[in-house]
T-cell receptor, first 111, second 114 residues
Framework: GQQLNQSPQSMFIQEGEDVSMNCTSS?????WLWYKQDPGEGPVLLIALYKAGELTSNGRLTAQFGITRKDSFLNISASIPSDVGIYFC???????????FGAGTTVTVRA | EPEVTQTPSHQVTQMGQEVILRCVPISNHLYFYWYRQILGQKVEFLVSFYNNEISEKSEIFDDQFSVERPDGSNFTLKIRSTKLEDSAMYFCASGDRRGGETQYFGPGTRLLVL
């Protein structure tokens, strides 16, 4: 699969703070997906992006599909303890359907 | 809300034994996938399946692996002769590709090969 670079690798934040993470790829993606994974469970889809420049929100989550189609970011506003987990970006590259995953951003929220 | 289900949640097996991991994809989805995640690593693609045949597979998916859709609801992954390095979480996913490549994942089967 394609190589996705996800950053930061981990972050410790205070409850109520905003969180931002991003993903970049060397190749063009036609879909960007953001998942959250809790320990021992499967990835849960948070947001799906299908068009370059698209900005989509899901509650306190906002994600954007970069104009170049090679990057995406995810923001979490006003973090709460249940936001703890590992967040993965994923997507199929152009003319492909299998998902490549980023290495994940581990978010820890301090109350 | 419809979801992908997987059984068993945990499987312990001896090296060399065969295991079958089972999945029930979301009912109106047509595209099915298996991924695996070795502990502490990222999720890796194994195989995709559409119209009763494999559409793509990774280099991990060698001859010891096979997939099957034995009936209208189940999708299985068989590992013929397990190796220690097959120990991982195995995730099934399904999608319908309407509007884009969105895949929904099951809770996973944790496979431990001893």
């Amino acid at each position: 699969g394609q190589q996705l670079n996800q950053s930061p690798q981990s972050m410790f934040i205070q409850e109520g703070e905003d969180v931002s993470m991003n993903c970049t790829s060397s190749s063009i993606f036609n879909t960007w997906l953001w998942y959250k994974q809790d320990p021992g469970e499967g990835p849960v889809l948070l947001i799906a992006l299908y068009k370059a420049g698209e900005l989509t929100s899901n509650g306190r989550l906002t994600a954007q599909f970069g104009i170049t189609r090679k990057d995406s970011f995810l923001n979490i506003s006003a973090s709460i303890p249940s936001d703890v987990g590992i967040y993965f970006c994923a997507g199929p590259s152009y003319n492909d359907y299998k998902l490549s995953f980023g290495a994940g951003t581990t978010v820890t929220v301090r109350a | 809300e419809p979801e992908v289900t997987q059984t068993p949640s945990h499987q312990v097996t001896q090296m060399g034994q065969e295991v079958i991991l089972r999945c029930v994809p979301i009912s109106n989805h047509l595209y099915f996938y298996w991924y695996r995640q070795i502990l502490g690593q990222k999720v890796e693609f194994l195989v995709s399946f559409y119209n009763n045949e494999i559409s793509e597979k990774s280099e991990i998916f060698d001859d010891q692996f096979s997939v099957e859709r034995p009936d209208g609801s189940n999708f299985t992954l068989k590992i013929r002769s397990t190796k220690l390095e097959d120990s991982a979480m195995y995730f099934c996913a399904s999608g319908d590709r309407r509007g884009g490549e969105t895949q929904y994942f099951g809770p996973g089967t944790r496979l431990l090969v001893l």
